[in-house]
């Protein structure tokens, strides 16, 4: 069996340590590179993932590895000029939501990709939770009915760093949290939003220049209406990182999916009165990395493609407008 | 009105033993400071029914009871596009006056009540129960007590199955629909807890093609000081979904948060089904009507007076008619 050839761009997105423990642990998969702009953070992923070569510039690990595929993790305004790189020398991509911070960079990084007859996939990671795959199954089934309404939440605590550098992330916690659960949205329904309101609140962490609150508002073309919290509204000191939390309504019945409450509660006299959440469901970075390598062996098309990546920053992106004009937004935006 | 005194019991008349009329019967049988003297039903059944549980008397009519009885205290538990007519019916008669939410189904109503309660110098509530449930009232005192510094952003969900104790629920013309029946609670419990009127709303909301009222509503509220809400209430989960609350507040410092669906400490098994319960003696409802009595018994100025509700049923007719625009609605609405 012939092995994948991957590599790595940037330790600077936290899931980038998952995907590489992925990486190595998948038997069909050789994991070559590492390239990262901070050298001492790439160097030390180099020797915890016991990759052998390190690169400060990606574009000289382009140029020497022979490639497969590409992980690229960085942060999100980097992704587009990693990912046309990877697209020109014919390596497959794998990335980090959000695809990118404007719809020029993400519409250029899918026709390169198309152009060059690579794969792309957005890390769209809940699309491979089982719990996710059991929803998408009773809805498909019919079992709920028509769907009319969904209420989603994608909570969590403020990342730092440079997540909340407008100029390196595109925005604060809308650009961070609306994806996932906009990206489900648009798989349950089938369908794409067609209008956006949202509201932005006043900062829960003064310090911070970029949104850490807001709720938005959605309607989807065939008619289901939708609301998105995709707040750090969650202090440091919460037993959990957060949540991706849906409700689900149908003209015959309703679900409730809370993807993460798959866990074994515990407390230790040294960690003072708190329970800590030991969360033991479906491994969905595991089932992610591998399902693209499987696209990539068997020619399939991604569970969640570049054009999904694209179609969910939009709706970020139509937030930010609606907040800044005060009003409804009509999608599309181009 | 008599004058009451020391050691006595206020004469209370309830109208209307429908769903919630029921419920406070219950509990004013329960209060010390109070009797409860009639129930009044235009179904003599009903009223009846009500006489032989409370074993008091039964009337079908507001105006008989209030001749007969003289109370000191009424109840307004009929469906809402009644309670003006009741309200001022009871207030003309010198009796002070506790209204089950929502007040009206117009603020011309509301200014109508709210105009003759503060002539007719009686006690006036709207009983807007959250306030006084013991898990909400907890959120209001950590939140005060700076649990989680200065708020920010908050939600609450309220998720019922179809209402199948009454029909008027689902006609818009009568109950206002699900925003204005139902996550009024909500949005007076945020006013109420931010101490803060809400500036502008958005709203989205459903209406099956077969019933007559908005059944699904998600509402998106902006505070004058800038704090965020979402509320959802619905009437639209399935058949035997169990009544479900939730509400989060999170701030500079913390965050609050309650669930009924995790703090439910009784569950009963039987044969086909599955109940959870959640009992409290002195639940909201009584501590509401507690309180009420106590108001009129000492003078003292009621929790929700009319001038209260109206603020909080402001807010519901702009969510409304923001879901009918699908525009954002300014507050406070024009005069009209």
Known sequence: MRRLRAGLIS??????????????????????????????????????YGVKRFYEDFREMFKREELDFVVITSENAKHHDQAVEAAENGVHILCEKPIATSLRDADDMIRRARKAGVKFQTCFVMRYSDVVLRVKELLDSGELGRLMAITATNHGKCPGGWFVDKELAGGGTIMDHTVHVADLMRWFTGSEASKVYAEMGINIRKQLTVEDNAL??????NGVQASIDPSWSRPDSFPIWGDVYMELLGSDGRLMLDGFRQVVYSSNVKGGPTWVHHYWGCDVDYEMVSHFVKCITEDLEPRATGFDGRQALEIALAAYKSIEEGKPVELPLL | MSEVGVGERLKTVVVGYGFIGRVHSERWSKIDEAKLTAVVDIVPERAREAAETYRCNAYTSLSEALDREKPDIVDICTPTYTHKQLVLEALNAHTNVVCEKPLALSLQ???EIIKAAKESGMKFMVAHCLRFFPDYSTVKRLVEGGEVGEPRIARAYRLSAKPGWATWYLNQDKSGGVIVDLAIHDVDFLRWLFADEVSRVYAQALKPRDVKAQTHAQVLLKFRKGYIAFVEASWSMPDGFPFTTYFEVAGTDGIVLLDSRSSTPLTVHRKGGVEELSPVGRDGYLLELQHFARCVLEDKTPMVPGEEAVKTLEVCFAAVESSLTGEPVNLPLEEV
Do not use: Q, T, W
């Open chain 1, 216 to 221: 938005i508002m959605l309607s989807f073309r």
């Open chain 1, 11 to 48: 330790f600077a997105h936290m899931h980038a340590y998952s995907y590489a423990r992925v990486l190595k642990e998948l038997p069909n998969v050789e994991f070559v590179a590492i390239a990262d702009d901070d050298k001492a953070r790439g160097e030390e992923a180099c020797r915890r």
């Open chain 2, 109 to 111: 109503d509301c200014r």
